[in-house]
């Protein structure tokens, strides 16, 4: 069974083996990073390699929240080649830098605004964008900082709609949906997400533009869906994965990496396993995926 690490109990069980783990291998400069094997288990039985394994991936794969990221740093697993501290630091300043966003909608910002400690915000919010362009955020710091609106790169403008229909087939192609996050920019610089959010909002009378019939059945022949996005994503998933299984002749593990007619289905599915696991997929969900052929037992670990 994989381990949750959202379990206050499971928490407090791996502390235990952590502090046993240190005990027996006469562990002493507390100062730095713990390394564990991945085949590493206990005299208990407890399967603390794989367990240590899999919390480190889930931070690569950005599935943790802050409070479980502090959690990690407590029990000294290396997250990031900086300094442990370091890290503590920057989650300190994301969450300053979070605050201002949510206060003002942005995080343009006057050059002279400071950290409370008297540090600038301005720079360092400039510095984050430095480290992204050399590669050197992990993907949960440079997902954080996206979800509080930073843009990497100025946003590109388009010369008109058929440009911008362009940049929403080319998503289309590569991901095999048109569900694009309302924050995307494409790599170029273009707010894909914003663009596609104003033709739902032209559909939907809500902006002062329209949309003509052309475009709309444009659109939904590249997979757009213009009201009640969670359920119609989760039907088209569930669909997705049905025809999928049909067309295999025994069931199968979907590994993350697994990609079907273009979607990236086992990042998917991956994303419903961890729900099932701790408990956030209802059941109504689960009777839904078993009900296409959908195995769970095949899934976890």
Same mark, same amino acid.
């Given at each position: 069974?994989?381990?949750?690490?959202?379990?206050?109990? /499971?928490?407090?069980?791996?502390?235990?083996?952590?502090?046993?783990?240190?005990?027996? !291998? *006469?562990?002493?400069? !507390?100062?730095? @990073?713990?390394?564990?094997?991945?085949?590493?288990?206990?005299?208990?039985?407890?399967?603390?390699?794989?367990?240590? &394994?899999?919390?480190?991936?889930?931070?690569?794969?950005?599935?943790?929240?802050?409070?479980?990221?502090?959690?990690?740093?407590?029990?000294?697993?290396?997250?990031?080649?900086?300094?442990?501290?370091?890290?503590?630091?920057?989650?300190?300043? &994301?969450?300053?830098?979070?605050?201002?966003?949510?206060?003002?909608?942005?995080?343009?910002?006057?050059?002279?605004?400071?950290?409370?400690?008297?540090?600038?915000?301005?720079?360092?919010?400039?510095?984050?964008?430095?480290?992204?362009? /050399?590669?050197?955020?992990?993907?949960?710091?440079?997902?954080?900082?996206?979800?509080?609106?930073?843009?990497?790169?100025?946003?590109?403008?388009?010369?008109?709609?058929?440009?911008?229909?362009?940049? %929403? =087939?080319?998503? @289309?192609?590569?991901?095999?949906?048109?569900?694009?996050?309302?924050?995307?920019?494409?790599?170029?610089?273009?707010?894909?997400?914003?663009? !596609? /959010?104003?033709?739902?909002?032209?559909?939907?009378?809500?902006?002062?533009?329209?949309?003509?019939?052309?475009?709309?059945?444009?659109?939904?022949?590249?997979?757009?869906?213009?009201?009640?996005?969670?359920? %119609? =994503?989760?039907?088209? @998933?569930?669909?997705?994965?049905?025809?999928?299984?049909?067309?295999?002749?025994?069931?199968?593990?979907?590994?993350?990496?697994?990609?079907?007619?273009?979607?990236?289905?086992?990042?998917?599915?991956?994303?419903?396993? *961890?729900?099932?696991?701790?408990?956030?997929?209802?059941?109504?969900? =689960? +009777?839904?995926?078993?009900?296409? *052929?959908?195995?769970?037992?095949?899934?976890? +670990?």
């Amino acid at each position: 069974m994989r381990f949750n690490i959202k379990d206050a109990k /499971q928490r407090e069980k791996l502390l235990c083996e952590i502090v046993y783990y240190i005990m027996t !291998i *006469g562990y002493k400069d !507390i100062r730095k @990073f713990l390394h564990i094997p991945a085949d590493y288990v206990t005299e208990g039985g407890f399967e603390l390699g794989r367990v240590w &394994a899999e919390l480190l991936e889930d931070y690569n794969q950005n599935l943790l929240t802050e409070e479980e990221v502090r959690f990690l740093l407590k029990i000294r697993m290396q997250l990031t080649d900086s300094p442990q501290k370091e890290l503590g630091i920057w989650l300190d300043r &994301a969450g300053e830098v979070e605050e201002y966003a949510k206060i003002h909608g942005t995080l343009s910002m006057p050059n002279t605004t400071l950290f409370r400690d008297g540090a600038s915000m301005f720079h360092w919010v400039h510095q984050q964008k430095k480290v992204q362009k /050399q590669g050197g955020l992990s993907l949960y710091q440079k997902e954080r900082l996206e979800d509080m609106g930073i843009q990497w790169i100025k946003p590109k403008k388009v010369t008109g709609w058929e440009e911008g229909f362009q940049y %929403a =087939e080319q998503y @289309f192609d590569k991901n095999g949906h048109l569900f694009v996050p309302k924050k995307y920019v494409t790599p170029d610089g273009f707010e894909l997400g914003k663009w !596609i /959010q104003e033709q739902r909002s032209r559909y939907l009378g809500l902006s002062r533009w329209e949309i003509s019939d052309d475009r709309i059945d444009m659109l939904e022949d590249i997979g757009m869906f213009w009201e009640d996005l969670k359920n %119609a =994503e989760w039907d088209w @998933f569930v669909g997705l994965l049905r025809e999928c299984i049909r067309k295999t002749k025994k069931p199968f593990a979907i590994g993350k990496s697994y990609r079907y007619k273009n979607y990236a289905l086992g990042e998917a599915v991956s994303k419903v396993i *961890g729900q099932y696991v701790d408990g956030s997929l209802s059941a109504e969900q =689960e +009777k839904e995926l078993r009900k296409i *052929g959908f195995q769970f037992n095949i899934h976890i +670990k």
